[in-house]
């Protein structure tokens, strides 16, 4: 069995459910000398009600106990599905008790007499896996609320019928191709059709045939045995194996090399693939979903990309638009990612809608978490902005310009002159100290730096002049 070290820390909440008193009483001291809270009950019906009222890590509980028999009492636990370990004691040694203990979900069994100190490993034991079934617990939790919090969004007719191809393609296992540039969110639609499946809630893994060296993929996607090749110390699964019964996503598959892709072809043939450096053929269950921001057609034609490998990717496919194309979706995708608290002001706004966004929806969010760092008090002005997307705006020539626009265009101007010329004069007054002209501009000292770089307005240029 297994040991827990001597000097392990942890505590245990602890039950003990027995009726006879005087070993009842022993076990009680004992635990608690070694650290442990220890409550006690003499029967079924009163360890219930102890159970209902608060959590235990362990309940110790006797097989056989006067009115609600200990078997019985675990029965009534797990159909009230209160949360804590059990574990069995009994006089009577046979195997039928132990696997019916098992079999209603005792976490452990031991046989009368034992000595106290096995009577703690069991505990110990016990209370780790419970920790243990809490912190994944957690962590699904955790998995769950992040993909919720980075669903996708749109209301564009494009992206409407990329939602209606999700929902087609969700239910069915065939091998599904997403296609797009860079930064349109393609992992995304892969986690959406995964959740729309039968597959929800088994493996989904991932792998990007272009982060990795042209040697690793192949023992990535297949794994390895020992000695394989310099460095392979230990056999190890391939990532098909570790998402056997569920979804592998192979995220730029234009990259992958031409000699890996005769393997890859296998796969999605009949399921069956080869570890690198091993003869025993493995056979897997698992779903497909490649995506690319190659025109893998113009590959096949260039001979970069086999023909029937292309074939069985593309039985289904997704394409999905840039950013540029799907009109009225970024105003609802700033609102989506800054989320409640957030405030944008309009020239701010304006200028996020007008720009082209050549890195999609990935360069909205980092340059809305750049905006959000640079913000004073929950409010984005346009200085917050990237330099790139103010300045795009600002040399892009409005399509409805007319002698009025100009004349607006001009006005603009003047008031940037006037702004320019006032926050001069303040530098000026209070000899070229930042903080106190910020001050005395009722903004924050961040703001007037960046006003500073807007309007490039020099140190020299900042300095109280000298009195002659």
């Known amino acids: 069995m297994a040991q827990i070290p001597m000097n392990d820390p942890l505590a245990v909440d602890l039950l003990l459910v027995e009726d006879d008193d005087e070993f009842r009483g022993t076990a009680a001291q004992y635990l608690t000398r070694k650290g442990h809270t220890v409550s006690e009950c003499a029967n079924g019906q009163d360890a219930l009600i102890q159970l209902q009222r608060r959590r235990f890590d362990v309940a110790i509980l006797d097989m056989n106990l006067p009115g609600i028999s200990g078997l019985e009492l675990l029965d009534r636990v797990r159909e009230q599905q209160i949360e804590t370990e059990i574990l069995i004691l009994t006089g009577q040694a046979t195997v039928e008790n132990a696997v019916e203990a098992m079999k209603r979900g005792a976490g452990d069994y031991l046989t009368k007499p034992f000595p106290l100190g096995e009577l703690e490993q069991r505990c110990l034991l016990a209370a780790q896996r419970a920790q243990l079934r809490r912190e994944n617990d957690q962590l699904r939790e955790l998995l769950q609320r992040e993909q919720h919090a980075t669903r996708i969004v749109g209301n564009s007719p494009q992206m409407q019928e990329v939602f209606h191809l999700i929902s087609r393609i969700a239910p069915t296992d065939k091998a599904v191709l997403i296609e797009g540039e860079s930064g349109t969110g393609k992992e995304l639609v892969a986690r959406a059709v995964l959740e729309q499946s039968h597959r929800r809630g088994r493996p989904f893994v991932t792998i990007n045939c272009a982060a990795l060296p042209e040697n690793l993929v192949e023992s990535e996607l297949f794994g390895h045995e020992k000695g394989a090749f310099t460095g392979a110390g230990a056999r190890k699964q391939g990532l098909f194996e570790v998402a056997h019964g569920g979804t592998l996503f192979i995220d730029e598959i234009g990259e992958l090399a031409p000699m890996l892709q005769p393997k890859l072809l296998r796969v999605l043939e009949d399921g069956g693939l080869r570890r690198v450096g091993s003869h025993q053929e493995r056979r897997v269950n698992v779903r497909i979903i490649a995506a690319t921001n190659r025109d893998l057609q113009q590959e096949v034609e260039a001979g970069r990309f086999r023909e029937d490998l292309f074939y069985r990717l593309n039985v289904m496919s997704i394409k999905l638009p840039p950013l540029r194309d799907r009109t009225g979706d970024v105003d609802l995708l700033v609102q989506h990612l800054l989320g409640p608290g957030w405030e944008i002001e309009d020239d701010a706004q304006a200028a996020l809608i007008a720009y082209h966004w050549p890195g999609n929806v990935r360069q909205l969010m980092n340059a809305l978490d750049r905006a959000m760092i640079l913000a004073d008090d929950h409010v984005i002005t346009i200085d917050d902005l990237p330099r790139e997307v103010t300045q795009a705006v600002a040399q ?34 209070e000899k070229g100290n930042k903080a106190r002209a910020a001050r005395a501009l009722g903004i924050h000292r961040r703001k007037l730096y960046r006003l500073i770089e807007r309007f490039g307005i020099g140190t020299e240029e900042a300095q109280a002049e000298e009195v002659k």
């Open 396 to 429: 892009s020539p409005s399509p409805t310009r007319t002698a009025s626009s100009t004349l607006g265009s001009m006005l603009d101007d003047d008031l940037a002159s006037i702004e320019r010329a006032h926050i001069v004069s303040v530098l000026k007054k």
